[in-house]
């Protein structure tokens, strides 16, 4: 008999509970919202049993047992709140704080702290202790973890998350009795990913950022979810933000908001990369080339200047400015940016950095829906396919999601891969290639078996490779996950196979935080937002007006072009072309160049412009993330005379002459400012008025209002018209990737420049953070072993 | 052989080396004299003292003919035999071991252990030391039998650390067993293939558990395990385990051999069999005596123990290792067995009869006692971790001369809060005594308080610790 495993009923406090079979005792009670206090019960981590805080009454058991380790049974009579067991928790309590410090006035978690919430729920008035406590001076493990021990409760979750969650195994326990201590494994420091989140799961004040301590008080800040502005994995990051000379400082990131795609996961970049935000090297005004040199200038002045030049560029030679996007824009910056391009400068001179090939990706899956995996999909999937890429390095989230779904699910990790990559632990298969033979897998995988000749290796067969095919054949909701290594023909080679398999789903993988969003908003020179083709008559053209339907160029042929004195202007949006993709700065020294950006990078020194703009924590928008998820970002820092790019290109459209109304449709469809982008405090809306003012315009309807255009793009990208209410309370939407125009012109797979950011570098940005800079020299001064051995 | 009271007292367990030293030299200069007293039933000593930690004067006596026997048994039979036998777990808890042993599944896909905790730390309990001292091959053999008995084909022989003196017995014997067919594959021929291994601990008192053992035996921390599931099925690496003190497993040869009703009348319903005592304290004639389970405390010491030397009162008994609740000198007319001594608000425990006459200090005997709880509480858990080092703190100023008159409560309350909520008995091991203590001796701790010095010592304080109003 196959029937459904039957629910088990119990009773606690009187209330009738059914949950499934083999549901902890703590977690059935929390579904008839009765609350059993815990420290070491963490869900998904293994059981403790050890802080005996969760000892509840079962009938017929002489003693109180820990509701974290025990199974629900058939008519299981529970008390959860008698004399009891109100004493064993009060008692619990007064032993713990026996030797805890009290130092709450001083200790970071003051305010936010689980055993100061437990003390005053369950705890006594008054203390019992009276000898000397035992005191241990605090350590310093790494650039960014500190440890007090005399506040450690021993709860272990730092032990468990950092061992089975990250796979790192950097702490464990040493000396037993009281003198038991939470320590490195590896001498007096963590040799591990620097990832903070033992600081997170911390209940209590032992474990602090090295960024963050002693800085603030909880409630002395404003706590802003939003998402991160460095990988392309899309982590929710909680902003602690409070008032500062230059405007709104961000103090700290952390992860105490657990609704995002994350769930309890955050890395370095996420916790402790926010701090470019406040580098001293930041650009606060606008700077404008006067005899060879760049200096401080008016925005008034900055706007004209640059509305009359590149008003006579347009004029005069059509399609000679280029446009290089961002990949940490927002959605409705690119977007903008992109109608911009076309509609103001009349250009399809438009690129960005490329680091995945999106737009043979969309025209792969030929308008199939469903197809491409969330972010939750990848940790809830049966099986998983992994070719390329070292998601531990390069998108840490999708390596603990598929860590985490091996490790809970027992899901089946199939990995390939030209070198030893950290997930292969987790691999069901973990097969070794010859570098660059990726493409030769999606041949082989497609049916292809000479393809396999480059694939033996002394770990890999030929049978191995026709047993591999065989078994991901026969799985079913298989989830495909690729690196930029798949890219041009091989892309749609690799897809074929995994649509043959039912139910399988895909993550292309790109490198920065909105790299898919700046692909799905048409950063191409031959592609409009939704991959729609620029030679293509469509919606685009009804909506947008007239726009030139030739491909422009790309961004190699820019420089080239400058070079020739065909390109005469180039406006480049939060891009470093220069350092990153190894453009010739003096190709351009014949024409006007202005740059938007945080810093005078290797691209804006040769700008005759220089915009200093708002970044992604200062700004709300949305960004798209690599497997699709579409998310809410919220304004949480400011710097005073900063701008987001987003403003700026208003007000650049503004300046050339162009009626903004065309640009952005504010005051039509819904509207979805929800007071994010306002920044009431800031006075931003006052200062947004004189402009408004000036022209005529109702203050609250705001063209520098980024979600006015939001309603745009979900009109006409296709796969973004998610629920907007959804979006907007903070939730992920996953967007469907289509092809507007099937089968899309085949891109250069030579463009694709993958980032190759580790942990601890992320592109230009990163080389602004002083918390990554701190743990790469902290590494140097160490030098280890790559990888922490579990075994 | 005679164990030194103030020994057993000052360094059980504080310092492994000064320990192991004097242990050492105790046993070379001891080791002779075992003791004896016509009251004795000889069946796991029957060989002590009589070389047979040679496998040959071994069979002469009657060796390894219980495995020959078991060979031709049905495991079920095996487990029957053990089960009416009452014998029950010699380590302290006093389990049923045949019902234990039905526990473990017939069918597993990973494989069955057998393991034999030798681990024996608990303050005045020296029995195991004996067996594996004088009678190693017994262990050996049980150990086989219970192997035979639930299917398993590996066991381990797990020895305290501090006991590595015992090491090369037990080595020796293993080695010699094997010589002789008795281990390895195809044992007697029977086609069965068994191996035993020998390990040592690392001298913790905590891995006695049967979890932490395993644990330890892993290669691990030795803390304990988080049950259900429970050993018998997912025990050592995994596999169902069936986990035995080493008393208990040298028992089963006899009972085998003798039947299970013969084992069964030699003590009272349900308490089959003869038991180690260790009699240590304030006696004439310490030592271990086997003696039925089901004998008079009050007749073991004033008889068997040779009564309280320099014509000394008895005040308490302590009667089954450190953590059992001491007994007055009016409750010492009990019968030492597993279910009397739970009527009399005690424990039989694991044997250790410490016995105190009218020159001891309670509250240092209690403190003594937390001492060792406190240096051997693994620290996994809040009540046992904390609740240890609270009361031996307290204790320790208490007996200096620095307690307030609420301390005694606090004591109390202190160990009565740590009782039956720590994740393994040790909590419990620690606390029930100093109950006990503070509930039977108020009046001693009373005398402590305001300053004054202990009554029992002349010098106010052992320890010179800062005094705290």
Redesign the interface.
């Known amino acids: 008999m196959a029937d459904a495993p039957k629910e088990i009923s119990l009773t606690v406090d009187g209330k009738k509970v059914t949950s499934p079979p083999g549901t902890l005792l703590i977690e059935a009670c929390k579904t008839v919202g009765i609350e059993v206090p815990s420290f070491c019960y963490y869900p998904n981590f293994s059981l403790q049993g050890a802080c005996r805080m969760c000892l509840v009454k079962i009938e017929k058991m002489p003693k109180l047992q820990t509701a974290c380790t025990t199974v629900i049974s058939e008519a299981m009579t529970v008390t959860t709140n008698n004399e009891e067991v109100r004493q064993a928790r009060k008692a619990m309590l007064e032993m713990l704080l026996g030797n805890h410090p009290l130092d709450c006035p001083v200790c970071d978690a003051g305010g936010e702290c689980e055993l100061q919430d437990m003390t005053f729920s369950y705890g006594a008035a008054e203390s019992k202790f009276m000898e000397a406590k035992n005191h241990k001076d605090e350590q310093q493990w790494s650039p960014v973890v500190y440890f007090d021990r005399p506040r450690c409760i021993l709860c272990y979750r730092c032990v468990r998350v950092c061992g089975e969650g990250m796979d790192v195994w950097a702490l464990g326990v040493q000396n037993r009795g009281v003198v038991s201590v939470i320590a490195p494994n590896k001498e007096d420091h963590l040799e591990c990913e620097e990832c903070g989140m033992c600081i997170d799961i911390c209940p209590v004040g032992a474990l602090t950022s090295g960024a963050y301590r002693y800085k603030t008080r909880p409630w002395e800040m404003k706590h802003v979810g939003t998402i991160c502005t460095h990988c392309g994995d899309g982590c929710k990051t909680t902003l602690g933000v409070r008032r500062a000379e230059s405007g709104l400082q961000i103090v700290r990131g952390d992860n105490r908001d657990k609704s995002g795609i994350n769930g309890d996961f955050l890395c370095i970049k996420g916790r402790y990369a926010f701090d470019f935000a406040d580098n001293p090297e930041r650009l606060k005004q606008p700077l404008v080339r006067k005899d060879g040199r760049l200096l401080p200038a008016t925005w008034e002045e900055a706007f004209e200047l640059i509305g009359k030049r590149f008003s006579e560029i347009r004029d005069k030679d059509g399609q000679s400015i280029g446009v290089v996007g961002s990949t940490r824009t927002t959605n409705e910056e690119n977007y903008l940016l992109s109608k911009f391009a076309r509609l103001v400068l009349k250009t399809n001179n438009i690129d960005h950095h490329r680091t995945a090939d999106f737009p043979a990706f969309a025209a792969a899956l030929a308008g199939k829906t469903d197809r491409t995996a969330s972010m939750r999909d990848v940790f809830n999937a049966p099986a998983i396919l992994l070719i390329g890429n070292n998601p531990t390095d390069q998108h840490p989230l999708l390596a603990w999601q598929i860590r985490n779904n091996v490790r809970l699910h027992r899901a089946r990790l199939y990995a390939i891969n030209c070198q030893p990559i950290k997930l292969r632990r987790q691999a069901t298969n973990f097969m070794e290639i010859p570098s660059g033979a990726e493409g030769k897998v999606a041949a082989f995988l497609a049916g292809d078996d000479t393809a396999a000749d480059a694939l033996t290796s002394a770990t890999a067969s030929r049978d191995g490779w026709r047993q591999l095919r065989e078994k991901l054949r026969t799985e079913q909701n298989l989830v495909i996950i690729f690196g930029s290594e798949i890219r041009g023909n091989d892309l749609p080679t690799l897809v074929k196979f995994g649509l043959a398999i039912p139910g399988a789903k895909f993550v292309c993988l790109g490198d920065y935080a909105n790299s898919r969003g700046a692909a799905d908003m048409g950063l191409y020179p031959d592609l409009l937002p939704g991959y729609h083709r620029v030679a293509d008559a469509g919606k685009f053209h009804e909506e947008w007006g007239k726009i030139p339907s030739a491909p422009g160029i790309a961004l190699p042929a820019m420089a080239d072009a400058a070079k020739t004195g065909k390109l005469k202007g180039l406006y480049v949006v939060g891009a470093n072309p220069v350092a990153r993709l190894g453009f010739d700065p003096f190709a351009f020294s014949k024409s006007f160049v202005v740059v938007q950006d945080m810093f005078l990078t290797e691209t804006a020194s040769i700008a005759d412009v220089v915009l200093p703009v708002a970044n992604a924590y200062e700004k709300s928008g949305t960004f798209t993330n690599t497997c699709g998820d579409l998310q809410l970002l919220k304004k949480a820092g400011e710097v005073s005379d900063t701008k987001p790019d987003f403003e700026i290109i208003v007000r650049i459209a503004d300046a050339m002459g162009f009626d903004v109304r065309k640009l952005v449709p504010f005051g039509t469809g819904t509207r979805a400012d929800m007071g994010q982008s306002r920044g009431a405090q800031s006075g931003e809306a006052d200062r947004h008025a004189v402009w408004l003012e000036a022209h005529g315009l109702e203050p609250k309807m705001s063209p520098f209002d980024p979600m006015a255009i939001l309603d745009e793009i979900q009109r006409l990208v296709p796969g973004y018209d998610v629920s907007q209410i959804n979006l907007l309370s903070g939730n992920d939407q996953h967007t469907n990737l289509m092809s507007q125009s099937a089968g899309s012109a085949a891109h250069d797979g030579s463009l694709i420049a993958p980032a190759n950011d580790d942990l601890f570098t992320s592109g230009t940005l990163g080389r602004y953070s002083r918390a990554l800079n701190s743990v790469i020299e902290n590494r140097h001064l160490q030098p280890a072993e790559t990888e922490v051995a579990a075994d | 052989m005679i164990i030194d009271f103030r020994l057993l007292i000052e360094d059980h367990g504080t310092s492994t080396i000064k320990n192991q030293k004097s242990t050492i030299k105790n046993r070379q200069s001891k080791m002779a004299s075992l003791v004896s007293h016509p009251d004795e039933v000889r069946v796991v000593s029957k060989r002590f003292g009589q070389g047979a930690t040679s496998i040959d004067r071994y069979l002469e006596l009657d060796g390894y003919k219980a495995v020959q026997k078991a060979l031709g048994m049905q495991p079920d039979a095996i487990v029957n035999e053990v089960k009416n036998s009452g014998l029950r777990g010699r380590g302290g808890a006093g389990f049923n071991t045949g019902l234990k042993w039905s526990f473990v599944p017939k069918q597993s896909p990973k494989p069955k252990y057998v393991l034999c905790n030798g681990d024996e730390s608990e303050p005045g309990t020296c029995k195991d030391r004996l067996i594996f001292e004088h009678d190693p091959h017994a262990v050996i053999e049980g150990v086989v039998i219970a192997g035979l008995a639930v299917g398993s084909h590996t066991g381990y022989i797990y020895i305290r650390g501090e006991y590595r003196y015992l090491s090369e017995i037990m080595q020796k014997a293993l080695k010699d067993a094997y010589a002789r067919g008795f281990l390895g594959k195809n044992i007697l021929g029977s086609g069965y293939d068994f191996d035993v291994y020998w390990h040592g601990g690392a001298g ?1 008192y ?1 891995v006695g558990e049967e979890s932490a053992l395993m644990e330890s035996l892993e290669g691990k ?2 803390i304990p395990r ?1 049950r ?1 599931p429970f050993p018998a099925v997912v025990g050592l690496w995994g596999g169902p385990t069936v986990i035995n003190n080493a008393e208990t497993l040298a028992s089963v040869p006899p009972i085998i051999l003798g039947g299970a009703e013969w084992y069964a009348a030699i003590g009272p319903p349900k308490n089959g069999g003869t038991r180690l005592f260790c009699l240590s304290g304030n006696l004439a004639r310490p030592g271990v005596y086997e003696l039925p389970m089901g004998y008079n405390l009050k007749k073991m010491i004033y008889e068997v123990g040779g009564g309280i030397p320099n014509s000394r009162k008895l005040k308490a008994v302590v009667p089954g290792g450190s953590s059992t609740p001491c007994l007055t000198a009016d409750e010492v007319d009990v019968s030492m067995d597993f279910d009397s001594l739970m009527k009399a608000g005690s424990m039989l425990g694991s044997g250790g009869v410490v016995v105190l006459d009218d020159s001891t200090c309670i509250v240092k005997f209690a403190l003594r006692t937390m001492k060792f709880y ?10 046992c ?6 009361l031996k ?2 204790l320790t ?1 208490f007996h200096a001369g620095g307690g307030l008159k ?1 301390d005694i409560d ?1 004591i109390q ?2 160990a009565e ?1 740590m009782l ?4 393994c008995p040790l909590g419990d091991a620690a606390a029930m005594p100093t109950i006990a203590f503070v509930k039977k001796f108020r009046k001693e701790f009373e005398d402590h308080l305001e300053g004054k010095p202990c009554p029992f010592e002349k010098e106010a304080a052992i320890e010179q610790l ?1 005094v ?1 109003a």
């Open positions: 913790a905590e921390r030795g988080v259900p406190q240096h051997e509480s693994c620290g996994w858990c809040i009540p971790r904390e609740g240890t080092d609270w703190k307290t100023r609420k606090n309350y202190l809060n039956g909520r720590t994740f800062p705290m």
